[in-house]
T-cell receptor, first 113, second 113 residues
Framework: QQPVQSPQAVILREGEDAVINCSSSKALYSVHWYRQKHGEAPVFLMILLKGGEQKGHDKISASFNEKKQQSSLYLTASQLSYSGTYFCGTELGSGGSNYKLTFGKGTLLTVNP | DSGVTQTPKHLITATGQRVTLRCSPRSGDLSVYWYQQSLDQGLQFLIQYYNGEERAKGNILERFSAQQFPDLHSELNLSSLELGDSALYFC????????????FGPGTRLLVL
């Protein structure tokens, strides 16, 4: 039930783009994206609900492909501040244990000058 | 600052002991979640409360218990502690508890010696 994230790690130079993928074997209601810096709490980036919408703010956006049960996080023109571990979390739907948010293992993103 | 507070920030204790972690949600949020984060297990959902009632249970051990009080603060009780319980414990809150942003507290770092 744990979503699978890829890649596990990526190293970029400032200004480069990256895509992080999150896949589930189960039908999803929502996908959440968080960024966590070492020793700090996860920080919310965005949430995508069933319906295949795409969201974004600043140079970070995400999409949700309902047919493939896959979400992708797009980071464009990366900045040093983008460094951290990116987690996707998935909700299966309403009711019972489906309420729980299950996180992937994370993608470590390093942006170098 | 997410508005979620957790105490204590750090806790060092011995095997076999019992500890209580406390969480105050953001003002107005009715739902509280507890997560455990360790190097080998990643970020794992433990339990969720909504307005005082348990809503969803994740990978929470029988030695662990939680509750949400009428003023909406929550406590996570960990008993018969083992070395493997050493981890970061995060509390998060959200308005209603489904398909929405979860705001994470700064976490409590537990070290069991």
């Amino acid at each position: 039930q744990q979503p699978v994230q890829s890649p596990q790690a990526v190293i970029l130079r400032e200004g480069e783009d990256a895509v992080i993928n999150c896949s589930s074997s189960k039908a999803l209601y929502s996908v959440h994206w968080y960024r966590q810096k070492h020793g700090e709490a996860p920080v919310f980036l965005m949430i995508l609900l069933k319906g295949g919408e795409q969201k974004g703010h600043d140079k970070i956006s995400a999409s949700f492909n309902e047919k493939k049960q896959q979400s992708s996080l797009y980071l464009t023109a990366s900045q040093l501040s983008y460094s951290g571990t990116y987690f996707c979390g998935t909700e299966l739907g309403s009711g019972g244990s489906n309420y729980k948010l299950t996180f992937g293992k994370g993608t470590l993103l390093t942006v170098n000058p | 600052d997410s508005g979620v507070t957790q105490t204590p920030k750090h806790l060092i204790t011995a095997t076999g002991q019992r500890v209580t972690l406390r969480c105050s949600p953001r003002s107005g949020d009715l739902s509280v979640y507890w997560y455990q984060q360790s190097l080998d297990q990643g970020l794992q959902f433990l339990i969720q409360y909504y307005n005082g009632e348990e809503r969803a249970k994740g990978n929470i051990l029988e030695r662990f218990s939680a509750q949400q009080f009428p003023d909406l603060h929550s406590e996570l009780n960990l008993s018969s502690l083992e070395l493997g319980d050493s981890a970061l414990y995060f509390c998060a809150s959200s308005a209603t508890g489904f398909g929405e942003t979860q705001y994470f507290g700064p976490g409590t770092r537990l070290l069991v010696l």
